[in-house]
C-alpha cells in the first residue's frame, strides 16, 4: 500500500481542534488561532484568506455562502464561497454556539442551555423566531425537511424557517451530550442518535418511538459509510453494526496497540481507518486489515475525499492524500 500526499497546509496549531468545512470542489479551514481560509479542493490552492475570530464553534457551507460562528467576537457572519466578502454579519449572545443551515433558514443557539434556539434569515441575517426559554439542545442535524435536535430523551424536528414543532420522538434513554455529534443520516428517512456512552437508537421519519436501541460497549463517535454505522472506540478500534437492526457487523481489526482515530473511508472493496501513530490501514470487507502504511504525521481525524482519496487532519496540518494498492507490508 502505498500513501502519496496530494497537498498540505500547515494550521499553526493543533488539528484536532480546528474547524473545518469540505464542499465540492473547496476545504474552508481554521487555521493560525484567527483565520478562516478557503482552498481549493483539488491542488490545494488558497482561493482567500481573512481574518474570522477565534476557534469557530462551526463552518457550514450552505450553495454559494459559508456561514463561521467563532468564540470570539460573539457574531455569525456569512461570506460569499468564491471571495471571502462579508455578505452579512449580526451579533449574537455569549456562549451561542449550534450551527446549521437548510433552505432558506440558519438555525443558531441551544449550546449547553446558554442561549435560546433562533431562526434567522440565510439572505441577510434578521431574525425570524426564537424559542423561549433556553433549553440545553443537542448538536443539530439537517434531516428530514427540517432541523433535528432534542433534549433529554425526545429527538424534535423543527420547521427552520417559522420555528414550528414538526415532528418528535421518544427515546429509551437520553440523548448523548453536550458536544459532538449525537445524530446521523442514515441515507434516507432514517436516523441513528447516540443515547449516552455507549447506546444507539434509531427511528424514520413516519414513527414516533424508535425502530431498534442497542447498547454496546463505551465509544467515542460514530458515523455512517458504506452501509454501516461505525463507532469509533480510540483504543479497540471502530466497530460496525447493522443500522436495519443495530446488530454487530465487525469490529476493525488492526493488530495490537493501535489506537485507531476517528473516520472509516471506503475504500476499493474494503476501507480505510487511521491510527494516530500515523499509519494507515486498509481493511477487507470483513473488517481485518490487509496492508498498511505510514504518513509519517501523527494523525487525527480521516475524511472522505471520494475517488478513492482522503483528506488527513494530522497534528498541526490539513491536507489531501490518495492511498492506494502497492508496496507495502501486510498489517500485524
Not at 35 to 55: F, H, K, S, Y
Not at 108 to 121: E, H, K, N, S
Not at 210 to 229: C, K, L, N, Q, T
Amino acid at each position: 500500500m502505498i500513501a502519496t500526499m496530494r497537498w498540505e497546509r500547515e494550521l499553526h496549531q493543533r488539528g484536532a481542534r480546528s474547524a473545518y468545512a469540505v464542499g465540492e470542489d473547496c476545504v474552508v479551514l481554521h487555521e493560525r488561532l484567527t483565520r478562516l481560509v478557503c482552498v481549493e479542493r483539488a491542488d490545494g490552492a488558497v482561493r482567500w484568506d481573512i481574518p474570522a475570530g477565534t476557534w469557530p464553534r462551526a463552518i457550514v457551507l450552505a450553495g454559494d455562502r459559508v456561514l463561521v460562528l467563532p468564540q470570539q467576537p460573539d457574531r455569525l457572519s456569512c461570506l460569499d464561497l468564491g471571495t471571502g466578502a462579508v455578505l452579512w454579519s449580526v451579533p449574537t449572545p455569549r456562549f451561542t454556539g449550534h450551527l446549521a443551515v437548510t433552505g432558506d433558514s440558519v438555525v443558531i443557539g441551544g449550546w449547553r442551555g446558554y442561549t435560546p434556539m433562533a431562526g434567522l434569515d440565510l439572505a441577510d441575517g434578521r431574525v425570524r423566531w426564537t424559542k423561549e426559554p433556553a433549553v440545553h439542545w443537542v448538536t443539530p442535524l439537517v434531516w428530514g425537511g427540517g432541523v433535528l435536535t432534542g433534549a433529554g430523551s425526545d429527538a424534535v424536528l423543527f420547521d427552520a424557517r417559522g420555528g414550528g414543532e414538526s415532528a418528535r420522538w421518544r427515546l429509551p434513554e437520553p440523548l448523548s451530550g453536550p458536544d459532538g455529534d449525537v445524530f446521523i443520516s442514515l441515507g434516507g428517512e432514517r436516523v441513528a442518535a447516540r443515547c449516552g456512552p455507549s447506546a444507539l437508537a434509531a427511528f424514520g421519519c413516519d414513527s414516533g418511538v424508535a425502530d431498534w436501541h442497542r447498547a454496546y460497549e463505551p465509544f467515542a463517535g460514530f458515523g455512517y459509510a458504506a452501509g454501516s454505522v461505525w463507532m469509533h472506540r480510540p483504543r479497540s478500534g471502530h466497530l460496525a453494526v447493522d443500522p436495519a437492526d443495530g446488530t454487530r457487523r465487525w469490529p476493525t481489526d488492526t493488530g495490537a496497540g493501535q489506537g485507531l482515530v476517528p473516520g472509516v473511508v471506503p475504500s476499493a472493496d474494503g476501507f480505510l481507518v487511521g491510527a494516530d501513530n500515523g499509519l494507515f490501514f486498509r481493511l477487507g470487507p470483513d473488517g481485518r486489515a490487509v496492508s498498511r502504511c505510514s504518513s509519517g504525521r501523527r494523525l487525527d481525524r480521516l475524511v472522505d475525499a471520494g475517488n478513492g482519496e482522503v483528506f488527513v487532519v494530522a497534528k498541526g496540518t490539513f491536507g489531501r492524500w490518495a492511498v492506494s494498492a502497492g508496496c507495502g507490508g501486510p498489517a500485524g
